[in-house]
């Protein structure tokens, strides 16, 4: 593909992002958890991302989802992160700082209260799973060759924030109080709004410069799991299935579909579980409708990217669904 031609179809991956998700009302989807009535939609989590690291299309790649998601720039998708949103207060919390965050905070400040913001904006506060490049390194953007925010509090592992503190360029954030890095403890619930809490829960994964972190993010009336990355659920020390029921909304690791997808890899080396093997082990769980699950952070490769494939069709007909960007949950 031509560069001219290439570039076009990123931009308007970006201009077709705005202009369907930008546009104030939030896409219906089967998952999506309705308001109870008479209950005003003040805190609630916008996915804002749902792509593996390298996000979709992928960089160098012509699969055919990449091709399909090139040519059709809805199909496209940003790199897996939430926004949580407390209108009442009217502020925001990030999960994770993606290298997608321009386009991400953009999705954000056209989420707010618009007679409450001002020129600069940024979130009021930052969650960070782990020190991989789709989890981070977003938060270049805010040093002093961007928006050079002030002490914007990053809560992360002391393991991160030891990563965060004693390595550039994240030193010269931490240094200048463009950041401050907050250690949070796993299992302990702390506020970051008088209406949001979470809890981190430590996870394995593939640890190389930070240990990592799922959340647990609890509203007024509902919760929510987050985990984009985890090595197995069998090895993790909690139980997937009591975690999962404790909340109404559970967005889990799907980076990859099924070994089909990865015939080159020996599979004791994916750091992932596959989407068929959680749909077993949750399958009680979604079909009794009692929590919504979503798998995202999808990677490039997913069998279940494509619309019409048999993938997304197993996914849908076992109850479960893929996160999209742009979805919206009430909590
Ligand atoms: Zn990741
Ligand atoms: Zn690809
Ligand atoms: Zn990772």
Redesign the pocket.
Known sequence: MRRRTFLHSCFGAVAGLKAEFLSGKPKSYPGHISEKPGQAENVLVKVIGTA??GGIPHIGCFCSNCQRALKKPQLSRFI?SLALFDLTENKTILVDATPDIRAQTMMIRERMNPKKTTNRYWPDGILLTHA?I??YTGLMFYGYEALSTDRLPVYCSKRMNDFLTQNGPWSQLVGQKNILAKTISPGKRFSVTSQISILALQVPHRDEYSDTLGFQIKGPNRSLLYI??IRNWKIWDRSVVEEVQKVDIALLDGTFFSPEELPSRDLSSIGHPFILDSMKILSEIAQSGKTQIFFT?LNHSNLALDPDGDARKMIEKNAFALAEDGMEFSL
Do not use: L
Request: charged content about 20%; cysteine-free; aromatic content about 0%.
């Open positions: 593996q690291d897996s991989h789709g989890h984009p990355d952070h």
